[in-house]
């Protein structure tokens, strides 16, 4: 259609809704959804009565642009952000979700042509999101043999004059990896040496497990000042309708967000603020949730593990095992489309998340253990198809 502009009929359905379409389109009722990158579960009945009571004390107007006072205090104060005391006035904002916040940054952070570091494999919208912002997204390399992070010498030789930042996304959507404290310093030096601004995108870190660590690169010495950190209460909370969202990070450019919030959302829902204000008091709520799934992440590893073909590292965090397909002879693509139509087994193929994923599929155990069970189940008998050759009996 003539009016449509460029950037808008340059971009695509990605690959993870792509899967759904087709699982959808089978219309079968045994279907086993590892696909999707969300809680399954309700939002703690806590937080929903938060919003009622918000929605009785009529908090259904306007907040300002950058977010309820309360809500951005409640943010200030929460544990992981508390020592690094950021000011709620001016370095907090409000948002549309994490993905509200990330596209709030790259509008005010990005020149044409201004270069984005970014791992490969990688959650796919960050790089539609640099694009459509005018920027220019670059994939840094990495392998199972470095748990997916991105090694020193990789990233130095993407670095250009146009560099402007670099993303870190950890725990990670798609490989569950955590990046170690010494891999954040590595990053920090990097950064700083070359001047880049670094994004952390800490949506998962609530969800990690055998007490493993995940501290914020912002903690770091002299990263704060050039550190935006985005979190939101999609994962932790299991809120991912709720849209509510927030970025903590230099006043500037907090400031020039809040400007482009007034022009383009407003704010955040309102009774959401002030309910996510309300979960933050109640960080117990994370852990119940994060033991769900540590109890799921046993279950599916077993299963995972019962099938041979499959190899794996134990990923630290968020919701996904990235798991390596390729014994099987098929690619990531094959393998997905085949599982889902002779299992009926949903899973994304790794060539989603960039050319790196190739050869891995995401599993997410954003379902009960007993259907992890049974879809690894259903994938052992496929993989065992596989290995024989046999042709399925439909
Ligand atoms: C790495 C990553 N960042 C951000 C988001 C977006 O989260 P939100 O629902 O807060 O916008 C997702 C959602 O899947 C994600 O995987």
């Known amino acids: 259609?003539?009016?449509?502009?460029?950037?808008?009929?340059?971009?695509?359905?990605?690959?993870?809704?792509?899967?759904?379409?087709?699982?959808?389109?089978?219309?079968?009722?045994?279907?086993?959804?590892?696909?999707?990158?969300?809680?399954?579960?309700?939002?703690?009945?806590?937080?929903?009565?938060?919003?009622?009571?918000?929605?009785?004390?009529?908090?259904?107007?306007?907040?300002?642009?950058?977010?309820?006072?309360?809500?951005?205090?409640?943010?200030?104060?929460?544990?992981?952000?508390?020592?690094?005391?950021?000011?709620?006035?001016?370095?907090?904002?409000a948002t549309n979700g994490g993905m509200g916040a990330l596209s709030l940054l790259f509008l005010?952070?990005?020149?044409?042509?201004?270069?984005?570091?970014?791992?490969?494999?990688?959650?796919?919208?960050?790089?539609?999101q640099i694009t459509y912002c005018g920027g220019v997204p670059v994939r840094v390399p990495t392998d199972a043999a470095h748990r997916f992070q991105m090694q020193r010498a990789d990233i130095e030789a993407r670095i250009t004059p146009r560099t402007k930042a670099i993303l870190l996304n950890s725990p990670n959507n798609p490989t569950g990896s955590v990046m170690t404290r010494a891999e954040?310093?590595?990053?920090?030096?990097?950064?700083?040496?070359?001047?880049?601004?670094?994004?952390?995108?800490?949506?998962?870190?609530?969800?990690?497990?055998?007490?493993?660590?995940?501290?914020?690169?912002?903690?770091?010495?002299?990263?704060?000042?050039?550190?935006?950190?985005?979190?939101?209460?999609?994962?932790?909370?299991?809120?991912?309708?709720?849209?509510?969202?927030?970025?903590?990070?230099?006043?500037?450019?907090?400031?020039?967000?809040?400007?482009?919030?007034?022009?383009?959302?407003?704010?955040?829902?309102?009774?959401?603020?002030?309910?996510?204000?309300?979960?933050?008091?109640?960080?117990?709520?994370?852990?119940?949730?994060?033991?769900?799934?540590a109890a799921r992440r046993t279950a599916l590893l077993e299963g995972l593990s019962a099938i041979g073909q499959l190899r794996f590292t134990r990923p630290d965090g968020a919701f996904y095992v990235f798991a390596d397909i390729r014994a099987t002879g098929l690619d990531s693509v094959q393998f997905c489309v085949r599982l889902l139509e002779e299992e009926h087994v949903v899973c994304i193929p790794g060539s989603a998340f960039g050319s790196c994923g190739e050869g891995f599929i995401r599993i997410a155990y954003t379902c009960g253990e007993d259907k992890l069970r049974a879809a690894t189940a259903r994938m052992k008998r496929f993989c065992a198809r596989l290995a024989q050759d046999v042709s399925p009996v439909i």
């Open 184 to 293: 954040l310093e590595q990053i920090a030096s990097l950064a700083q040496a070359h001047d880049l601004f670094v994004i952390s995108d800490e949506v998962y870190n609530t969800l990690v497990y055998d007490g493993a660590q995940c501290p914020t690169i912002a903690s770091l010495p002299g990263m704060k000042e050039r550190t935006a950190v985005i979190n939101s209460f999609s994962k932790a909370y299991a809120m991912t309708g709720w849209r509510i969202g927030f970025l903590a990070g230099p006043a500037e450019i907090v400031s020039r967000m809040t400007l482009c919030q007034e022009n383009f959302n407003s704010c955040a829902n309102a009774p959401g603020q002030y309910a996510a204000s309300v979960a933050l008091a109640h960080p117990e709520l994370c852990a119940e949730l994060r033991d769900v799934f």
């Open 108 to 128: 005010v952070l990005l020149d044409p042509g201004d270069e984005v570091l970014i791992q490969d494999p990688q959650w796919l919208n960050y790089a539609a």
């Open 1 to 93: 259609m003539q009016w449509i502009n460029q950037k808008a009929k340059d971009l695509s359905q990605g690959a993870i809704r792509a899967m759904f379409d087709r699982a959808n389109a089978m219309g079968a009722d045994d279907i086993i959804s590892m696909g999707i990158g969300e809680p399954d579960m309700a939002t703690p009945r806590l937080v929903c009565e938060a919003a009622g009571q918000a929605l009785d004390m009529g908090l259904t107007h306007y907040t300002p642009n950058a977010g309820t006072m309360r809500f951005r205090q409640a943010v200030a104060e929460q544990s992981y952000l508390r020592g690094l005391h950021y000011d709620p006035a001016s370095e907090i904002i």
